[in-house]
Antibody
Framework: EVKLLESGGGLVQPGGSLRLSCVAS????????MNWVRQAPGKGLEWVSS????????HYTNSVRGRFTISRDNSENTLYLQMNSLRAEDSALYYC?????????????WGQGALVTVSS | DIQMTQSPSTLSASVGDRVTITCRASQSIDIWLAWFRQKPGTAPQALIF???DLASGVPSRFSGSGSGTEFTLTISSLQPDDFATYYC?????????FGPGTKVDI
């Protein structure tokens, strides 16, 4: 059974940093692309970032490029999202989602999310 | 960036109804479109990928069609579990994008 468990969310001041983690189980983590998707309270889904399972290439939505960094530790089956220079508009529930194949980013399984609140 | 639109934004229906939701992309995405269902307070669940392929474990009352810029999600007989918000999502051109959602309520 595929399981994705996010952690690391919390309350942070504007300009601060947080690192989200997503521990994966039930599949060969290193062989799959992975994604972060967020959802602000009462709003729709917004893709944030993806990382390939084949060559480790990374991709970001425009509003977070240069501030957020996606990475993975295949030895620990863990996906990360380092978030710096946080803004109020980054407040959201952040979902970790498994890709369908190493270079297919279709999100077939999702975690339950980690809540990030950016406020003074 | 590719813009995704959905219609309608809200849909009122009853159990047993046939329901169709439309998604349009601002440029061709071939067949690289997925549909998700999100019930209140829960994570999104994959329903359809590659425009028409049923995700694992998804009931056969869900079907998808389309290619290029116009796509549809059909629920053949609405069940109580299907009162939720539905999102389309293109995953071929970065940055990936989601539609704004269609809320299906009673």
């Amino acid at each position: 059974e595929v399981k994705l468990l996010e952690s690391g969310g919390g309350l942070v001041q504007p300009g601060g940093s947080l690192r989200l983690s997503c521990v994966a189980s039930g599949f060969a983590f290193s062989k799959y692309a992975m994604n972060w998707v967020r959802q602000a309270p009462g709003k729709g889904l917004e893709w944030v970032s993806s990382i390939s399972g084949s060559d480790g290439s990374t991709h970001y939505t425009n509003s977070v490029r240069g501030r957020f960094t996606i990475s993975r530790d295949n030895s620990e089956n863990t996906l990360y999202l380092q978030m710096n220079s946080l803004r109020a508009e980054d407040s959201a529930l952040y979902y970790c989602a498994k890709g369908f194949r190493s270079a297919s980013y279709y999100a077939d399984y999702w975690g339950q999310g980690a809540l990030v609140t950016v406020s003074s | 960036d590719i813009q995704m639109t959905q219609s309608p934004s809200t849909l009122s229906a009853s159990v047993g109804d046939r329901v169709t939701i439309t998604c349009r992309a601002s440029q061709s995405i071939d067949i690289w479109l997925a549909w998700f269902r999100q019930k209140p307070g829960t994570a999104p669940q994959a329903l359809i990928f590659q425009a028409s392929d049923l995700a694992s474990g998804v009931p056969s009352r869900f079907s998808g069609s389309g290619s290029g810029t116009e796509f549809t999600l059909t629920i053949s007989s609405l069940q109580p579990d299907d009162f939720a918000t539905y999102y389309c999502h293109q995953y071929t051109h970065f940055p990936f994008t989601f539609g704004p959602g269609t809320k299906v309520d009673i």
